[in-house]
């Protein structure tokens, strides 16, 4: 995602414990999982990468407990995670009725602004607010919506808004609107998107998620890209009932989260996702 190994470590690190706040757990430990040219790159790289991950662990409250390395020619660095939730209070990607409102937690675009760091369209000063985004852990918001009591939540990475979205209308049962006309996102993030800078994954996504999304075709080019758009520590999105909706987005603004309305689910047609281009009410 970047060149600094420091914050390569940090970005993976918080995007390997975002699987345990998206149900609103408690990370206990953390795994390393490494594969490094030892023969062709210092390991004062390795040793940058492995350090940024165990500061997030460390904040998140875990420990690491060990790791597997292979030598390999392509840097790669990830985590297994181990934590806890309460049976009764897991929130999970089932449970969204007709009538919630859709929060996301984070902006989207930092497929395409890594896109454009890569070809260096930009540099990563430039991009430094999705980079805090990334390193962002989605531990506040966790236990917001545990306190809310939201009835359904998934994070929000490489399937991009749409497909993860997809996925909790098909397992709640349930249709979703999601807003079309203005996705919050990273800035520059929409620049880079009329420019073509796009992710491959995003058109991977676009292929596969397509045919359940009505009204797809009145989005500007831009737009379709940014909701397709693959995250890498990506927000939550949550499910949440038109009574506990203030209280939820006062809540994340007031712990340094985003708290944007993005969308409501409707009752029909079951598994698919339909794009409208009225705005919904994010003040409610």
Do not use: W
């Not at 540099?123 to 009835?151: F, K, P, S, Y």
Request: proline share 6%.
């Amino acid at each position: 995602m970047v060149d600094d190994p420091f914050l390569f470590g940090q970005i993976a690190a918080a995007n390997a414990l975002s699987d345990i706040y998206t149900i609103g757990g408690k990370p206990l430990t953390a795994l390393n999982l490494v594969s490094f040219p030892s023969c062709t790159l210092d390991n004062e790289i390795l040793a940058a990468i492995l350090l940024g991950g165990a500061e997030k662990v460390a904040e998140a409250g875990a420990v690491i407990v060990g790791g597997h390395s292979i030598e390999d020619a392509e840097p790669k660095y990830g985590l297994a995670v181990t934590g806890v939730v309460h049976p009764q209070r897991m929130v999970t990607s089932v449970g969204a009725r007709p009538g919630d409102f859709l929060v996301l937690t984070k902006p989207l675009g930092v497929g395409i602004l890594a896109t454009a760091l890569k070809g260096e369209l930009l540099t990563e000063t430039e991009i430094d607010t999705a980079l805090r985004g990334m390193v962002t852990l989605n531990a506040a918001a966790a236990r917001i919506m545990v306190e809310v009591g939201v009835h359904a939540s998934t994070d929000v990475t490489g399937f991009g808004l749409i497909g993860h979205a997809l996925e909790m209308a098909e397992a709640s049962g349930v249709g979703l609107a999601i807003d079309g006309n203005d996705p919050p996102t990273y800035p520059h993030t929409l620049e880079m998107a009329e420019m073509g800078i796009i992710p491959g994954g995003s058109h991977r996504n676009r292929l596969f998620y397509l045919p359940r999304v009505d009204g797809a075709e009145k989005l500007k080019p831009e737009i379709r890209d940014i909701l397709f758009d693959p995250q890498t520590s990506g927000g939550l999105l949550m499910a949440v009932s038109p009574a506990q909706l203030t209280e939820l987005t006062d809540k994340l603004r007031a712990a340094g989260a985003g708290a944007f309305v993005i969308g409501a689910v409707e009752e029909k047609p079951v598994a698919r996702l339909r794009i409208v281009q009225t705005p919904f009410d994010r003040n409610r």
